[in-house]
C-alpha cells in the first residue's frame, strides 16, 4: 500500500514529465487564474462550486478503482464535510435572503481555498473537519436522526398504518 505523500510525490512527477513544468508553477498559475476569475467575474459562485466538484469527482473516480481503501475513506469524508458545508451554507442563505456573500467579503475566494484545503491530500482538511467537527454532532444526535429516518422509511414503505 502506497502512502498519501507517496501517491502526492508520484503524481507530482507524472506532471512534471508529462508538462515540463514545475507542479508547483501549476497549481500556483491555476489558483491565480481561479482566483482572478473569481474577483473579476460574474461567475465567481459556480467556479468555485466547479473547483470543489469537479477535481473531487475525478479523485472519487480514481479511488473507486483503485485497491486502496484509504483513498475511498479520504474521498468518502471529503463529500460527507462538502454537502454538510453546503447545506450549512444553503440553510444560512434562505435565512439571510442570500446575502452571506455579500456580507462576508471575499467571500467566494475564502470558500475556494477552504473547498481546497478540504480536498489537497497533505492537508486532509476534510478529515479535520469531520474529526473535530461532524462526528461530535453526528454522535450526539445519532438517536434523533435514526429516529426520525426510520420515521420516514414507514411512511414511504406504507407499513404507516393511515387512520
Same mark, same amino acid.
Given at each position: 500500500?502506497?502512502?498519501?505523500?507517496?501517491?502526492?510525490?508520484?503524481?507530482?512527477?507524472?506532471?512534471?514529465?508529462?508538462?515540463?513544468?514545475?507542479?508547483?508553477?501549476?497549481?500556483?498559475?491555476?489558483?491565480?487564474?481561479?482566483? %482572478? /476569475?473569481?474577483?473579476?467575474?460574474? &461567475?465567481?459562485?459556480?467556479?468555485?462550486?466547479? !473547483?470543489?466538484?469537479?477535481?473531487? $469527482? *475525478?479523485?472519487?473516480?480514481?479511488?473507486?478503482?483503485?485497491?486502496?481503501?484509504?483513498?475511498?475513506?479520504?474521498?468518502?469524508?471529503?463529500?460527507?464535510?462538502?454537502?454538510?458545508?453546503?447545506?450549512?451554507?444553503?440553510?444560512?442563505?434562505?435565512?439571510?435572503?442570500?446575502?452571506?456573500?455579500?456580507?462576508?467579503?471575499?467571500? %467566494? /475566494?475564502?470558500?475556494?481555498?477552504? &473547498?481546497?484545503?478540504?480536498?489537497?491530500?497533505? !492537508?486532509?482538511?476534510?478529515?479535520? $473537519? *469531520?474529526?473535530?467537527?461532524?462526528?461530535?454532532?453526528?454522535?450526539?444526535?445519532?438517536?434523533?436522526?435514526?429516529?426520525?429516518?426510520?420515521?420516514?422509511?414507514?411512511?414511504?414503505?406504507?407499513?404507516?398504518?393511515?387512520?
Amino acid at each position: 500500500m502506497s502512502t498519501v505523500k507517496d501517491q502526492v510525490s508520484s503524481t507530482w512527477n507524472q506532471i512534471k514529465e508529462k508538462t515540463g513544468i514545475n507542479p508547483i508553477i501549476l497549481i500556483v498559475s491555476t489558483i491565480g487564474v481561479i482566483a %482572478f /476569475l473569481c474577483f473579476n467575474s460574474q &461567475l465567481e459562485k459556480e467556479i468555485t462550486i466547479l !473547483t470543489g466538484v469537479l477535481y473531487p $469527482i *475525478y479523485m472519487s473516480m480514481k479511488a473507486l478503482d483503485s485497491a486502496d481503501e484509504n483513498d475511498d475513506k479520504q474521498w468518502c469524508t471529503y463529500w460527507v464535510v462538502f454537502f454538510s458545508f453546503e447545506l450549512v451554507e444553503v440553510y444560512l442563505d434562505v435565512f439571510g435572503f442570500g446575502l452571506l456573500h455579500k456580507i462576508i467579503p471575499y467571500y %467566494f /475566494l475564502i470558500k475556494l481555498v477552504f &473547498l481546497i484545503w478540504l480536498f489537497f491530500p497533505t !492537508t486532509q482538511g476534510a478529515n479535520f $473537519i *469531520y474529526e473535530k467537527v461532524l462526528v461530535h454532532f453526528f454522535s450526539k444526535y445519532e438517536v434523533k436522526i435514526d429516529s426520525a429516518m426510520d420515521d420516514v422509511k414507514s411512511k414511504f414503505s406504507g407499513s404507516s398504518k393511515r387512520q
